[in-house]
């Protein structure tokens, strides 16, 4: 009864299944006409999303109960039907002292909490409402929460894995770092990569030049190659390259500098609208995705670059990079749609864009595939609109309708995110998860399979209760500049308080839904070992629960989101002797 959103995958279910039979296989005909529904309902409850309650299992001080708390009337007319089963039903040794007395079973076996024994929990609708679904609040906002996983960032713009089976994921930052972390998110001390000399950026708020892109090849675990987007500055020029490097062979943790091989080099008229997105589609091909040259109106050329169809910003751009090691740095895959137009660059693969911020490969649903390969972009707006698009092949993104676009009271710069495929959050399957970097809103779009359209929803920080879960909080940092997901597919996020290259105010969030969990066992994985030739620092996190860690009475103060700062201003008004005046409260 609870195979769509229980806590029960599908061994547990068959274990339950096979011990129904071994008990009802004792019994004769009419005493499984009586008893057989009542069986399968206790022992059932050990799926259900409120087990841990159930079984007295949420106090780890007191012992699990054998079977789960029955509600009074459930109780006494399971007796009087079936008592003979409940020395099938539990091995435990208190049972059997109280199993032949009506009263006494069911006190032992009751609940103090009538909201929650069973069945009562099941006519509960403020329990039951959005079981099987994310949970919403009255005006339709997804409540989710999130875990704070790196912090101390300076614009952190991408997160990417290897795909090594190591799950390493790594942080590149906009001045030209790039950090590796482990599976316990401990950093190791060395950079990754360093490019800082190369790259051209600058303090100012909102700069959109760096070190914009990551990806690491598809086969990167046999020829340890990665290919990275960054601007750069040649005499009096402002370019955008695209340069191949390998890790070093001494240390898998290390990108070995000299091997850098520049890919491509696209001259850039003006400082923003620079692009940044690489990635490898299920094709085997490099992706590269070019702004269009900054300004207002895209005014270069007759008919700007994005309409132009042999410049090469303004484009998703198709390139072979495998097996490139001897002859040309990249090929032309043959199957790209203007190859054979003499007016076109050959790398061509869509045009008509504006400046596709963060693009993904959508894995493809879990178990059908549906989806697999799809190529979502946000693509900012100019005045008026932002806008996301599914990438097709020779498409002009000047006629093509995006799948959603959203007005600037909404927000005036789209982060394109991710098809959640990951295991642990079910609910989530499908939903494309994205973003805003100025007003800092969270969006989703699902698919509606039969009309092909997508359905918004707001997605909101879970507030009351829902989020007060070991490591988990409810509040984020408005600038959000790119999403990320690690080698099992889950969804990450990166925002800053403060959008400068300098500001160390960035964070990386794990995107975490409340409203159901998958079976631990479901998404188990081992991930292989990582040699470490630098020191490590263990992660600590920052960032607090609001309502939980600090109590501000002060309506200046209800919006604290660092705790840095907090302690700082609270030690500096216990110097002063403010503490009371400004009614800072804490429980520490």
């Known amino acids: 009864m609870y195979k769509d959103f229980g806590c029960c995958d599908s061994a547990k279910d068959q274990e339950l299944k096979s011990k129904f039979y071994r008990i009802m296989d004792n019994f004769d005909h009419q005493e499984y006409a009586n008893c057989a529904s009542h069986v399968h309902n206790i022992i059932c409850q050990e799926c259900s999303p409120y087990a841990a309650h159930l079984y007295d299992a949420e106090d780890p001080s007191t012992p699990v109960r054998s079977l789960p708390g029955l509600c009074g009337d459930y109780c006494s007319e399971f007796w009087l039907k079936c008592k003979s089963t409940i020395p099938l039903l539990a091995e435990d040794t208190s049972l059997a002292k109280v199993e032949r007395d009506q009263d006494q079973f069911c006190k032992y076996v009751g609940l103090d909490d009538p909201d929650y024994c069973f069945p009562s929990l099941l006519h509960n609708k403020r329990l039951t409402r959005n079981l099987g679904r994310v949970g919403e609040d009255s005006k339709g906002c997804l409540q989710l929460c999130l875990e704070e996983v790196a912090n101390g960032l300076r614009n952190p713009l991408a997160m990417v894995h290897a795909n090594d089976g190591t799950h390493r994921f790594f942080v590149a930052e906009q001045v030209g770092l790039v950090w590796a972390y482990l599976p316990d998110r401990s950093r190791l001390e060395k950079p990754f990569l360093n490019i ?170 879990p178990v059908t595939k549906e989806g697999k390969g799809r190529i979502f972009c946000g693509d900012v707006g100019q005045n008026k609109f932002e806008e996301v698009d599914i990438i097709e092949k ?37 939903m494309y998860i994205f973003g805003d970097f100025m007003s800092g809103r969270m969006m989703a779009l699902q698919e509606d399979m039969q009309t092909g359209l997508w359905d918004y929803h707001e997605i909101c920080m879970s507030k009351g209760m829902t989020c007060v879960f070991p490591q988990l909080i409810n509040n984020y940092h408005q600038y959000i500049i790119s999403f990320g997901e690690d080698e099992a597919g889950e969804l990450y996020f990166m ?35 990582v040699r470490i030739k630098s020191s490590l620092i263990q992660f600590q996190p920052q960032e607090i629960l609001i309502g939980a860690e600090l109590t501000p009475k002060h309506p200046k103060l209800a919006h604290a989101r660092e705790p840095i700062w907090a302690d700082w201003l609270q030690e500096l008004m216990n110097m002063l002797g403010l503490q009371d005046a400004l009614g800072w409260t804490s429980p520490n």
């Not at 690491?216 to 040649?234: A, D, E, G, T």
């Not at 076109?344 to 490969?361: D, F, I, K, L, T």
Request: glycine content about 10%; some cysteine.
């Open 495 to 529: 925002s800053t308080s403060f959008p400068s290259s300098i500001s160390p105010s960035g964070v990386v969030y794990k995107v975490v839904d409340p409203s159901r969990r998958a079976p631990p066992t479901q998404c188990h994985y081992s991930p292989l070992p």
């Open 394 to 430: 020779g498409g002009n993104y000047d006629d093509i309708l995006p799948i959603y676009a959203y007005p600037h009271k909404m927000g005036k710069s789209v982060t394109g995110g991710y098809i959640y495929r990951g295991c642990e959050y079910p609910n989530l399957n499908g």
């Open 196 to 365: 800082t000399k190369a790259v051209l950026t600058s303090p100012w708020e909102g700069d959109e030049r760096g070190f914009l892109g990551l990806t690491f090849h598809p086969k990167h675990k046999y020829n340890r190659k990665l290919y990275v987007y960054y601007s750069v500055q040649v005499g009096l020029d402002e370019r955008i390259r695209i340069s191949e490097f390998h890790v070093s062979a001494a240390d898998m943790n290390a990108v070995d500098h000299g091997s850098e091989r520049i890919i491509l080099e696209i001259d850039e008229p003006a400082s923003n609208h620079n692009g940044g997105q690489l990635l490898f589609a299920d094709d085997g091909y490099l992706y590269i995705f070019t702004g269009d040259g900054g300004m207002a109106g895209d005014p270069f050329g007759t008919c700007g670059n994005s309409q132009n169809k042999s410049a090469l910003l303004g484009k998703v751009l198709r390139v072979d990079v495998n097996n490139n090691d001897r002859g040309p740095l990249y090929r032309i895959p043959p199957d790209n749609p203007f190859v054979r137009d003499r007016e076109a660059r050959p790398e061509v693969y869509a045009y008509g864009v504006r400046n596709m911020w963060r693009c993904s490969v959508d894995r493809g649903d």
